[in-house]
């Protein structure tokens, strides 16, 4: 054996469980774990979702092992805990489970996101893993000023805020549970494809080809807004993970021990199995992290039209005042000339776009003002993490897009970014 750790990861295709899984087998350099399992409800082979250039090749790796699986099915989740013949039983467990759709249903949210991951949870204290890591998004409505650390009281966002943040209350309700809760900003790099910095991305990118400003709502655009690469995900959740596995939950509550707030309609408890009482106390080692640019809407904005040969600016006040008002009627409207114009930026593209995933329509959750805010300093200060993509820029962005243009999911313009 090789001394080092085993892992599986739960969920997450779709957001950073391939990043993830490239971090702990990386294509060219040492692996940080002796086998890993990646699990989750989709096919990779053939893929029936988007993988990204880089992650079957992670598959290939003799280490690493794909399970396709239906989380929701006790004895399924139950299996794969098993480990592959002469292997002892799993070291690290990262949990990315969860429906990151916004306009699911309550009932979908209960079942796919807090039922998940409760069944995990509760199996990986029973196999007594030496570090379960939740992440958790940025489903949350920050304050637009203050300290936006841990302690800070954020407001869930919506039904699926709700939920996760209830499934939060859920895992460290287990005692068992060497849990740690990473809760991250916007996540942005190469192959990510949900949330709001790359809808952003897309679209800013249509604005640079018709060479005409990018006015956004929601002026003066003073709200926080911060970012982090999807690599520091990955390399927060390793860093968790390794922490954990030193010192164990009860002391790693002591050091790091948040409480989370009961956020839920108080009449939940009684239909949903496994939800935690209003007044019982929840509490678990729980860090933020975002990177160090420290973005508002504005600079956000400036950085990533720049990079497109354009500038950022807002709407008029009364404009202003007339979508937010009425945002929801006017979703097509905004998106017509965003999408006709990344459908051109692809027909011109030279080499042609041989993969047609991302796309520049921003529905109503990618409209809505988001305040995105989580201080990472007690991550750095308690873990010892060290951001390996402290700044959004252009060097960033330039790989982000260098990467899909070469996949074939990037418009490829001659003369333009
Ligand atoms: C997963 O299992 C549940 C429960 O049996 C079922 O309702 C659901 O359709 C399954 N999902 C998939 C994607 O097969």
């Given at each position: 054996m090789s001394g080092k750790p085993t892992a599986i990861i739960f969920g997450g295709l779709n957001t950073c469980s391939r990043a993830l899984a490239a971090f702990l087998v990386p294509l060219d350099g040492e692996p940080l774990v002796s086998h890993l399992r990646i699990v989750d409800k989709y096919s990779v082979n053939p893929p029936t979702t988007y993988l990204g250039a880089e992650f079957p090749q992670v598959l290939e790796k003799g280490i690493v092992e794909y399970k396709q699986a239906n989380l929701t099915i006790p004895s399924t989740v139950t299996s794969c805990f098993d480990p592959p013949a002469g292997q002892e039983a799993y070291s690290y467990v990262f949990d990315l489970t969860g429906e990151i759709q916004w306009d699911r249903p309550e009932q979908v949210q209960i079942k796919t996101t807090f039922n998940v991951a409760r069944l995990v949870g509760l199996e990986a204290a029973k196999r007594k893993v030496q570090a379960y890591v939740r992440l958790q998004h940025p489903f949350y409505e920050c304050k637009e000023k203050g300290s936006h650390d841990e302690k800070e009281d954020v407001k869930p966002d919506g039904v699926l805020g709700t939920w996760w943040h209830e499934t939060l209350?859920?895992?460290a309700s287990i005692e068992d549970l060497n849990l740690v809760v990473l809760r991250s900003a916007m996540v942005y790099g190469p192959y990510v494809d949900y949330g709001v910095v790359m809808c952003f991305i897309a679209v800013a990118s249509t604005y640079g080809y018709i060479k005409q400003p990018m006015k956004a709502l929601w002026g003066p655009g003073k709200h926080p807004t911060h970012t982090v690469h999807v690599e520091d995900v990955a390399g927060g959740m390793w860093a968790c993970a390794e922490w954990m596995s030193k010192i164990g939950r009860k002391e790693a509550n002591s050091i790091a021990g948040e409480e989370i707030?009961?956020?839920?309609?108080?009449?939940?408890?009684?239909?949903?199995e496994g939800m935690v009482a209003p007044d019982q106390k929840c509490v678990a080692p729980a860090f933020n992290i975002e990177d160090d640019s420290n973005t508002s809407m504005a600079d956000l904005g400036n950085i990533i039209t720049s990079f497109f040969g354009t500038t950022f600016e807002f709407h008029n006040f009364l404009t202003n005042m007339l979508a937010n008002w009425k945002l929801e009627e006017n979703v097509e409207e905004i998106n017509e000339s965003h999408v006709s114009n990344w459908t051109e930026m692809i027909q011109k593209s030279n080499p042609?776009?041989?993969?047609?995933?991302?796309?520049?329509?921003?529905?109503?959750?990618?409209?809505?003002?988001?305040?995105?805010?989580?201080?990472?300093?007690?991550?750095?200060?308690?873990?010892?993490?060290?951001?390996?993509?402290?700044?959004?820029n252009h060097d960033t962005l330039r790989e982000v897009i260098d990467k899909l243009k070469a996949e074939g999911s990037w418009p490829n313009l001659q003369g333009s970014s």
């Open positions: 209350r859920m895992l707030l009961f956020k839920n309609d108080k009449s939940k408890v009684k239909e949903v042609p776009v041989s993969k047609l995933h991302y796309t520049a329509y921003m529905d109503l959750y990618h409209l809505k003002k988001h305040v995105v805010a989580f201080n990472a300093t007690k991550l750095k200060e308690v873990v010892g993490y060290k951001l390996r993509r402290p700044q959004i």
